[in-house]
């Protein structure tokens, strides 16, 4: 029985000891870390060879990996590290794993062009100045496979453990059965399109309607891809908790059905939720789950691993019980989990940790994306990047003596281009070259300030300059997917002798950016009740060429749902003071007819605010309960839990909200919903720019800002009717748009619209 891994992870396995540490010195994005490895390998004479391709075995162990370069005048591997800040300030406990790594490296060099000797070099790159700092050993390859051998040595039981889980785990998938017998209507044409895009390393858009079992119909035929050999693991992506906890239910469905089934799936959480000690720092010398993490994370490993659903609480209580940080062992655990969930961040952001291991790894993984019409706009937030002036004057007044001068700078080219605006909101072609230099430059004092007094920042100040981290790298990869604006605000206006300003890069196509997280998957399955138009996601999603599409006939019919249009009522902003007495006259109408449950959903809280005022008013007979802002999880539930406990009332909702979609209110506990709005998204300046941006793309500036997004969300909501074969109930449609042949035809088919 054979186990294959890569150089870096048998390294972190082996060689990584001491404490969690991480302070903040602002490190290279990974674009950075790219650039700086070409920068170094560009320098190097002609005849050098960059990027090699090496593997070795001790026993049923194959190590695999890339060397950074080789000089075979020098006779010198080099392992290229890149670093921001002072070199000496790094933990030992990095430096000896990246020893461990080039001297990895240096074995399966001398093995496979049979060198007696080697110089094996750390180069590491400086991003701020440009410089390189070798550190040089030389061994005979002997001492080299010695090293190796030993790493391969304390490393073999693991893998021979995780060999034979993956050998069982395997075959019993090529043995699972669906959990329920049969497939619902739809859920069946579903699972094959799935398991054909796993089997034939494709991307896929599926339509399916709400209430198939997509969760299933998903994980199921790509489990049963994996015990093929097709894919090696599973990531399931999710927008919201909800989505999270549907997945989990689902992988228990199947082990209720198997006992047996030797699957281990793992449930990511924020840090927030997940962080034991929030007032502390994440280092050893301030947080005690820190201290020692690494000598401690074997054993804690061991616990969390003799269970099967690694779920948070079961990760926590693991963590625990060895002094370790829950956080950080749910992100070891990756490496040994069959399936993930969690996050689309964790795959799609730019510092993603799933991304970052499937590459690393080499890894044959099948990422599923649930209520994959969310990407759209998590991806933009992904990429976008706002800096405030005033928070960064506010900075200037508390920062250290050496960060006031490159402060001062950055707030000396940002007044400069506040007095070239001639209006409150503009756009340009590209970042000012000025402005930009000036905030490459602050975070070059910061990253040194911070190498010599790394806690020497409060929260206010690192909090601006991660942000300014983040503006400069997103500014650094601007291009036509993106829209760079200053809104003129705070002391000021346009014309204003002080005005302040806030910058943004706004990405508007998330494509450019997620097309490479596509393309380092196997398989890519996204998968929503509403992904129509299809062209509209694909262009928006950077789906690759070739990617199958299937829309999925549910099993509902026309007979289950009675829409009603009013067409009588306009919902736009210059009529909302004379569609409030007609919106609450329908809906006490309506449940004096056929008294239950309701959901009402409107643009927005203010409108939603007047509506609940009108309804008291004019029909106090009527219960309702409303959505308030910024509810938290316990609000939330709460809310949903008046549908479940009592028969009667009006729940009034935002459109697009947080019971807009995931939302599962089954038979009676609800019968019906009005949406009191077309959707579409508020016409500003910044819309506005992005459908010019959208229709020097595309040609369908419109549709592709408004029309779509808000038709989304109409879908979306109204699919919280209709969740079974056996529900009924009623859809109140309420604009005079409704009536237009441009909206009707995004509207899913099997409604019967009046």
């Known amino acids: 029985m054979s186990y294959v891994v890569a150089v870096r992870t048998l390294c972190e396995f082996t060689a990584k000891h001491g404490d969690l540490d991480l302070r903040f010195t602002p490190s290279p994005t990974a674009l950075e ?88 070099a750390l180069v590491y790159f400086d991003i701020g100045s440009r410089k390189e700092t070798v550190l040089t050993q030389t061994h005979d390859a002997q001492a080299l496979r010695a090293f190796f051998d030993t790493q391969c040595e304390r490393f073999l039981e693991w893998a021979m ?136 994370l074997a054993p804690a490993r061991e616990t969390a691993l003799s269970s099967r659903r690694l779920d948070r609480e079961t990760v926590r209580r693991a963590a625990l019980a060895h002094d370790v940080c829950p956080y950080y062992l749910a992100q070891e655990l990756t490496r040994w989990c069959d399936v993930v969930v969690g996050d689309y961040n964790y795959y799609y952001d730019s510092s993603a940790l799933l991304y970052s291991l499937t590459r690393i790894n080499q890894w044959r993984v099948a990422v599923l994306v649930d209520e994959a019409h969310n990407m759209l706009e998590r991806g933009r937030k992904m990429y976008t990047a706002e800096i405030e002036q005033g928070a960064f004057k506010a900075a200037g007044k508390s920062a250290p003596a050496e960060l006031k001068k490159p402060l001062q700078r ?33 975070i070059g004092a910061v990253t040194d300030h911070l190498a010599d007094a790394p806690l020497s920042l409060d929260d206010t100040l690192l909090r601006v300059f991660f942000d300014a981290m983040h503006f400069v790298s997103l500014s650094e990869q601007f291009g036509e997917h993106s829209v760079f604006d200053v809104s003129l605000r705070g002391e000021g206006s346009a014309g204003s002798d002080r005005p302040f300003s806030t910058l943004c890069v706004r990405n508007v196509v998330p494509a450019h950016f997620l097309a490479a997280r596509h393309a380092a998957a ?51 902003w210059r ?6 007495v007609p919106i609450v006259d329908l809906m006490a109408r309506q449940y004096a007819d056929v008294p239950g449950n309701y959901l009402g959903f409107l643009s927005s809280f203010d409108y939603l605010q007047r509506i609940a ?57 609800l019968i019906g919903a009005f949406v009191a709005t077309l959707g579409l998204p508020q016409v500003n300046d910044v819309n506005e720019a992005m459908r010019r941006k959208m229709d020097a793309k595309f040609g369908s500036g419109y549709d592709y800002v408004y029309l779509y997004p808000g038709l989304q969300k109409i879908v979306q909501a109204a699919g919280r009717v209709i969740r079974t074969e056996t529900d009924v109930g009623v859809l109140h449609l309420i604009d005079d748009r409704y009536r237009r042949a441009e909206v009707r035809r995004l509207l899913p088919g099997w409604w019967a619209l009046p």
């Open 161 to 296: 453990r995780e060999a034979e889980h993956r050998s069982r785990r395997d075959a019993a998938l090529g043995d699972l059965q669906f959990p329920h017998g049969t497939f619902r209507s739809g859920q069946r044409d579903l699972a094959v399109a799935v398991y054909r895009a796993a089997r034939d390393g494709r991307a896929l858009m599926a339509q399916a309607p709400t209430g198939i079992g997509k969760t299933l119909a998903t994980l199921f035929p790509a489990l049963k891809a994996c015990g093929q050999g097709h894919v090696e693991r599973i990531f399931f992506l999710t927008a919201k908790t909800p989505g999270r906890a549907l997945a989990l239910d689902a992988i228990d469905s199947l082990h209720r059905a198997e006992s047996d089934l030797p699957l281990r799936t793992l449930e990511l959480v924020a840090r927030d939720k997940a962080c034991e000690h929030p007032d502390k720092s994440c280092h050893g010398e301030s947080c005690p789950l820190a201290r020692g993490f690494y000598d401690r």
């Open 522 to 572: 196997q398989a890519t399955v996204m998968f929503s009740g509403t992904f129509s138009p299809e062209q509209f996601y694909r262009d928006m999603l950077g789906l690759p060429d070739g990617t199958a599409a299937i829309d999925v006939e549910g099993p509902f019919r026309a007979g289950q749902l009675k829409i009603h249009v009013a067409a009588h009522v306009s919902t736009r």
């Open 613 to 669: 005022d009108q309804m008291r008013e004019r029909h106090p007979d009527v219960p309702i309960w409303i959505q308030a802002p910024g509810m938290d999880e316990a609000a939330r539930d709460a809310f949903l839990a008046r549908f479940r406990t009592t028969d009667r009332g009006i729940g009034l909702a935002v459109l697009g909200g947080a019971f807009s979609e995931g939302v599962d209110l089954v038979g009676d506990q």
């Open 410 to 442: 950055l707030q000396r080219e940002w007044s400069a281009l506040n007095r070239e605006q001639t209006s409150a909101y503009q756009t340009r072609p590209e970042v000012p070259p000025r402005v930009l230099s000036a905030a490459q430059n602050l």
């Open 33 to 120: 870390g790219i650039e700086g490895h070409a920068t170094v390998t560009s320098r190097r004479p002609a005849g050098y060879e960059a990027e090699l391709t090496l593997s070795g075995t001790h026993g049923e162990l194959t190590v695999r990996g890339r060397a950074d370069g080789y000089d075979a005048a020098l006779n010198r591997l080099e392992e290229i590290k890149t670093y921001r800040g002072r070199l000496e300030s790094m933990p030992d406990n990095h430096r000896t794993l990246h020893w461990a790594q080039a001297l990895v490296y240096g074995h399966l060099l001398c093995q496979a062009r049979g060198l007696a000797e080697l110089n094996v």
């Open 575 to 580: 009529d909302r003071e004379r569609s409030l």
